[in-house]
Nanobody, 121 residues
Framework: QVQMVESGGGSVQAGGSLRLSCAAS?????MGWFRQAPGKEREGVAA???????TYYADFAKGRFTISQDGAKMVYLQMNSLKSEDTAMYYC??????????????????WGQGTQVTVSS
């Protein structure tokens, strides 16, 4: 079992930045970030495979968000130019495999408890 702990969420004005951090208890091949707004499905934000060999982003994240990894068990999400529509609970995810569509929550096995991001306009 992999334990995941997120931190770094908070409230920020539109145009601002936040950096989310996630600490995993064990190494897994891929780590990622998802988000879920009230009344909406959980959606993939970004993923990183093999310690940084490959990264993937949702269209809304490209050019504004950056996923990175520090060592085998820390992953970060730098979020710039935040918009009100980025308001959501952000979850860190991990999985030992590499199969499946990274943007689908069902392909990930381990989840953190989430950290709230609120962007005010």
């Amino acid at each position: 079992q992999v334990q995941m702990v997120e931190s770094g969420g908070g409230s920020v004005q539109a145009g601002g930045s936040l950096r989310l951090s996630c600490a995993a208890s064990l190494y897994t091949y891929r780590m990622g970030w998802f988000r879920q707004a009230p009344g909406k499905e959980r959606e993939g934000v970004a993923a990183i495979y093999g310690g940084g060999g490959n990264t993937y982003y949702a269209d809304f994240a490209k050019g504004r968000f950056t996923i990175s990894q520090d060592g085998a068990k820390m992953v970060y999400l730098q979020m710039n130019s935040l918009k009100s529509e980025d308001t959501a609970m952000y979850y860190c995810a991990a999985d030992p495999g590499w199969h499946g569509d990274w943007s689908q929550a069902g392909t990930w096995n381990y989840w953190g408890q989430g950290t709230q991001v609120t962007v005010s306009s």
